[in-house]
């Protein structure tokens, strides 16, 4: 076999940790100080003021400056730039000077939506901190992976983030992938008892794990021996933690919108411009100032910056109701969810399983009261308790469910604490109400080897000593456990008293024992189990989220259907689905075992008529997203685990448990839970809604506005007129008083009906129909009556300064009243409250204010070339400019009797 070759990685990595591979494990124990139970507290706490927090090197976020500097690569700013320097030129030194003053207003207001937007997505990522099982002062506590220092004792198990430089201790099953590292896609097998040469490339240290990989399978302990920048990673400044995401889709898109209206724009202002002179109608300098006109009317500058911040506030109010949002794009695609499909533990149910009965082999039957993870209460058959005599009757399977187990429950300071899977936690609790506890079964049972579960064995093993022999422990699945019962142990029986319990609501396993393989080695890999004894059925209950069934009912009201996606037994799934209002039958249920023989062609059928699906293996919940997905169904799905990482990454929209949920499928998801409650998903589609909308009023208002500007120089180069606004007014309406008031609508509330509206179709464009309607009207009707205005000015005997001026004044109330209208595409703005969006109304008097005091004060006058309006004027422009309302609750009216005609 060839030599690995040494990567630039392994360069690095030598200079970190080939020390702590080389030497002997009492050695580096030695070295780093720490001890099997851990550091103290103040131990720690010392390690951390010394060597830092345990953060990876990161880019460092944009600086103020570079942020402002920013604002001006676009070239909207170039033409600007290049107006400013004619208009200097020719000797109009005032032009020049606003439009330099609007570009500098502009990259301020610019910088401070996206210094706010940095702010709000850092503030998001500090609720996304990776947590980390550490042993201090011989307690086994979960604390933040940033505090860990060298010398700590961690703890990890398959869906864990490698948090930092770690020895190996000890280790079972565990594979590592490292692909982040050293390329290889394969997961590694690691050995806590490997040795090697000092000069061994990094793929093939077996005892140690680095900052960045990824546990597979298994478990281990180890030492930490470098944090932050001192790890091998870190070493090579590689952010290898960091959260994906990047620019959102939609504000990409939009982005893109505008350079190509600006490159268009350029081209036909420069046409339009040569034409003008070449047919004599108007001077080269006039001209110029039509070509710049048009271009500032057209071209939405603001929008990208507009969606950025929308898209910020959605996070921060999703973030307010327990949801998230990792990527950006999520908030987007929120508004078109269809189908969840829900796992069912921990989300639909409370994840606090709990012991309530137990089958023997020979038909006996044991209640168990207590509730949760406290191990208070009694074993009763029938309704007497158990005594001593009888408590010994279910020894064997008490013992059996300690030993092969990987949870903790621990008494400390008169309460009661607890780590790892709640099946395991509920199996000891159960356990500790007849007298047997973990450590003293581990002491007298020592364990030598161990077949780790995993979801597609359905089972998991521990082979322990008894005396001078090994015996094999098993528990998991009955369908899977029961087959490797002796032939004459009775498994038909069995099978059906377990379909019994799961009928009943009850997540059944079973448990068993037997001789192990002779001659088993704590190196070797065991075989699967058989000719095992049956010790007994465990039925566990978790009860149901008090909120779930109305959040499925509120979520079916609003058009998203809710599957089940479960690895129970499928008389359990139907049980509570009963209870959930998603299933009543038995032939509504769909099982693992259904999915293989269908045939593929079937399988999106299936998908579209089935809402439980039950002892599913994680491959195939990707093939359900998958199948679903091809039907149309724009996906969410929720996963909490390793192998959920496909199915969450295939779907739409990933969503991942944030308390229960593994560091791999938090990465792999766009939202994240806080309390991994299903109603918060439900929440979590209310506000993404509300922020869509509220995406597309923003859109809606500034395209409309821009189009009514371009609709008055058009016309104006059709007739032959002046220019109506100059470029200094067409900029001041769109950047300073259209720029306020787009920022304000991003804070618009729901109106209400979020939750029973149906969702907008997946593939639907921002510019459908409704929005290019709507644009069109209004535009057309605000450049019309506008155009009409400077002409009646003029016709009248109005200098071209004075005719500018109403019309700018009538620019600015249609701006103002047309915001109303742009609240809601449906709802009548007549019905919706100015009281109900404080922020908006800020904006609407702040942006109104600020034009009447450019109106009256001097600087204004000689800016923007405005002059004072009188009482008969303000009441023409009030009643040229309150029309829009009724205009566009005109066009509501008619679509909504368009649609109620095609429905």
């Not at 103040?42 to 090197?57: K, M, Q, T, V």
Request: charged letters at 20%.
């Amino acid at each position: 076999m060839a030599e690995p070759k040494a990567t630039a990685f392994d360069r690095v990595a030598s200079a970190a940790d080939r020390e702590w591979f080389a030497m002997p494990l009492p050695a580096v124990l030695d070295a780093l100080g720490g001890t099997a139970d851990g550091l103290g507290d103040d131990e720690a706490a010392r390690r951390l003021a010394e060597h830092g927090p345990n953060i990876l090197p990161r880019r460092k976020p944009p600086t103020l400056f570079e942020i402002l500097l920013r604002q001006f690569r676009n070239p909207l700013i170039y033409l600007l730039g290049i107006a400013a320097g004619v208009s200097i030129a020719i000797g109009e030194v005032k032009d020049a000077a606003f439009i330099l003053g609007v570009v500098i207003i502009n990259a301020i207001i610019g910088t401070v939506q996206e210094v706010r937007a940095e702010r709000a997505s850092e503030a998001l990522q500090k609720l996304l901190r990776i947590r980390a099982a550490v042993r201090r002062s011989g307690r086994i506590l979960e604390v933040d992976a940033e505090s860990l220092v060298p010398g700590d004792v961690l703890y990890l198990e398959s869906g864990n983030r490698v948090p930092a430089d770690i020895r190996l201790i000890a280790a079972k099953g565990l594979e590592v992938d490292e692909s982040l590292l050293t390329g290889e896609s394969v997961p590694v097998l690691k050995n806590a008892d490997w040795s090697g040469a000092p000069d061994t490339v990094l793929a093939d240290r077996l005892n140690m794990l680095h900052a960045g990989a990824m546990v597979s399978t298994g478990r281990c302990h180890g030492m930490v021996t470098a944090t932050g920048a001192e790890t091998a990673v870190g070493r090579l400044a590689l952010d290898v933690m960091q959260s994906g995401g990047g620019r959102p889709p939609l504000v990409e898109r939009m982005e893109k919108f505008t350079h190509r209206i600006a490159l268009a724009v350029l081209f036909a202002a420069t046409g339009i411009a040569v034409m003008g002179v070449a047919l004599g109608r108007y001077e080269i300098t006039e001209m110029f100032m039509f070509g710049i006109a048009l271009a500032v009317s057209a071209i939405p500058e603001g929008l990208p910056v507009a969606l950025t911040v929308a898209l910020a506030i959605g996070t921060t109010r999703m973030a307010r109701r327990g949801v998230i949002v990792r990527r950006l794009a999520a908030v987007e695609g929120l508004g078109s969810c269809t189908l969840i499909a829900s796992d069912k533990t921990g989300t639909l149910t409370c994840n606090e399983l709990t012991v309530q009965q137990v089958r023997t082999p020979d038909g006996r039957v044991f209640h168990v009261t207590g509730e949760g993870f406290t191990p208070e209460g009694q074993f009763f058959e029938g309704d007497t308790p158990i005594g001593p005599d009888q408590q010994a009757a279910l020894g064997d399977l008490a013992r059996a469910v300690t030993l092969c187990n990987e949870a903790e429950l621990l008494l400390r300071e008169n309460t009661w604490v607890w780590r790892g899977d709640p099946t395991d936690v509920a199996l000891l609790t159960m356990a500790c109400k007849l007298g047997w506890n973990r450590e003293a079964s581990e002491e007298r049972h020592p364990e030598v080897n161990e077949i780790p579960f995993e979801p597609e064995r359905q089972f998991a093993a521990t082979f322990n000593r008894d005396g001078e022999e090994v015996r094999t422990f098993v528990k998991g699945a009955p369908e899977r456990v029961l087959t490797m019962l002796a032939p004459d142990e009775g498994a038909d029986a069995l099978l059906a008293t377990a379909r019994d319990m799961a009928e009943a609501g009850y997540r059944v396993l079973a448990v068993a024992h037997g001789p192990a393989p002779a001659d088993l080695a704590p190196s070797d890999t065991p075989p699967a189990p058989e000719s095992l004894t049956c010790l007994g059925l465990v039925g566990m209950i978790d009860p149901l989220r008090p909120d779930v069934r109305e959040a499925i009912a509120e979520a079916q009201d609003a058009g998203v259907k809710t599957v089940m996606v479960t690895g129970d037994h499928p008389l359990t799934a139907l049980a509570i689905a009963r209870d959930l209002g998603l299933a009543t039958r038995v032939d509504e249920v769909i099982t693992g075992a259904d999915l293989v023989a269908a045939p593929p062609e079937s399988l999106p059928d299936l998908i579209s008529r089935t809402r439980v699906f039950a002892r599913v293996a994680p491959h195939q919940k990707l093939e359900i997203v998958n199948a679903a997905r091809a039907t149309g169904h724009f996906v969410a799905v929720t996963g909490d685990g390793i192998n959920d990482a496909p199915a969450l990454k295939a779907a739409n929209i990933g969503v991942a448990m944030g308390k229960s949920g593994t560091d791999v499928a938090r990465e792999a998801a766009e939202l994240v839970i806080s309390d991994d409650h299903f109603g918060t998903i439900t929440n979590g589609i209310e506000e993404g809604r509300i922020a869509y909308n509220n995406i597309r009023n923003v859109i809606y208002l500034l395209i409309s506005t821009g189009a009514a500007e371009v609709v008055l120089v058009t016309l104006a180069l059709l007739f032959g007129s002046p220019i109506p606004l100059l470029p200094v007014q067409l900029l001041w309406l769109n950047l300073v008083t259209n720029g306020i008031q787009d920022v304000a609508l991003a804070f618009e509330p729901g109106i209400g009906d979020e939750r029973r509206s149906p969702p907008r179709p997946p593939r639907e464009s921002i510019f459908n129909r409704l929005m290019i309607e709507r644009t069109l009207v209004a535009a057309l009707f605000m450049g019309i009556v506008g155009f009409g205005l400077f002409q009646w000015c003029l016709a009248a005997g109005w200098s071209e300064a004075a005719a500018r001026n109403a019309l700018l004044m009538l620019m600015v109330l249609y701006e103002n009243f047309h915001l109303m209208n742009c609240r809601s595409e449906t709802r009548s703005a007549f019905l919706m409250s100015p009281l109900r969006s404080p922020v908006l109304m800020v904006g609407v008097v702040a942006a109104f204010s600020i034009h009447v005091a450019m109106t009256y004060l001097p600087i204004g006058n000689r800016l923007l070339t405005t002059e004072p309006i009188d009482g008969d004027l303000w009441l023409v422009l009030l009643a040229l400019s309150l029309p829009i309302l009724l205009i566009m609750e005109l066009h509501k009216l008619s679509w909504a009797v368009r649609q109620r005609r095609a429905a």
